[in-house]
T-cell receptor
């Protein structure tokens, strides 16, 4: 079955870049997603990448996909305190359902 | 265009009671997905429905859990005879087409005493 893994915690200083990593096992994923969850809130879609792309940039966000290694990363440039949240990667290899990672808690310190 | 709405936002039940969670998809969306998030974990898929049909219920527990999405009205996730292990956040998402981007609601946080 599908499996998506992430490191649990990341701490960065305000203004630095954050890099959140994710590995997945199902090579048939068509889209890979990054979601942000703030405390007590739902999930906000940040960005996504189609599986035939290597990179996607959207303002402060850069997504890198290494399909050979099944590795996905999210880079946040100039990290701000408002970026503190849990970040989930997800993939949709089965088309109708998303498989989520365990989430990475990003803490931004002043 | 209002987003996905879920109610109640918080629900407290005693063991053995029933819990009913409601989800109104975004306007124009006919595909609804339910996910469960246990404390300190990621979201796990439960069930995927279109209007009046269950398409994929591979993530639903075999007993006590049911879901529906009637022709009129919201989608309902029903948990009978709740147990403490059912305490979790339940999220609903909707999409206009199968495989399209899923938009998430704010979730219902169920606490079983």
């Amino acid at each position: 079955g599908e499996d998506v893994e992430q490191s649990l915690f990341l701490s960065v200083r305000e203004g630095d870049s954050s890099v959140i990593n994710c590995t997945y096992t199902d090579s048939s994923s068509t889209y890979l997603y990054w979601y942000k969850q703030e405390p007590g809130a739902g999930l906000q879609l940040l960005t996504y990448i189609f599986s035939n792309m290597d990179m996607k940039q959207d303002q402060r966000l850069t997504v890198l996909l290494n399909k050979k290694d099944k590795h996905l990363s999210l880079r946040i440039a100039d990290t701000q305190t408002g970026d503190s949240a849990i970040y989930f990667c997800a993939e949709n290899s089965s088309g109708d359902k998303l498989t989520f990672g365990t989430g990475t808690r990003l803490a931004v310190r002043p | 265009n209002a987003g996905v709405m879920q109610n109640p936002r918080h629900l407290v039940r005693r063991r053995g009671q029933e819990a009913r969670l409601r989800c109104s998809p975004m306007k124009g969306h006919s595909h609804v997905y339910w996910y469960r998030q246990l404390p300190e974990e990621g979201l796990k898929f439960m069930v995927y429905l279109q209007k009046e049909n269950i398409i994929d219920e591979s993530g639903m527990p075999k007993e006590r859990f049911s879901a529906e999405f009637p022709k009129e009205g919201p989608s309902i996730l029903r948990i009978q005879q709740v147990v403490r292990g059912d305490s979790a956040a339940y999220f609903c998402a909707s999409s206009p087409f199968q495989g399209d981007e899923q938009f998430f609601g704010p979730g219902t946080r169920l606490t079983v005493l």
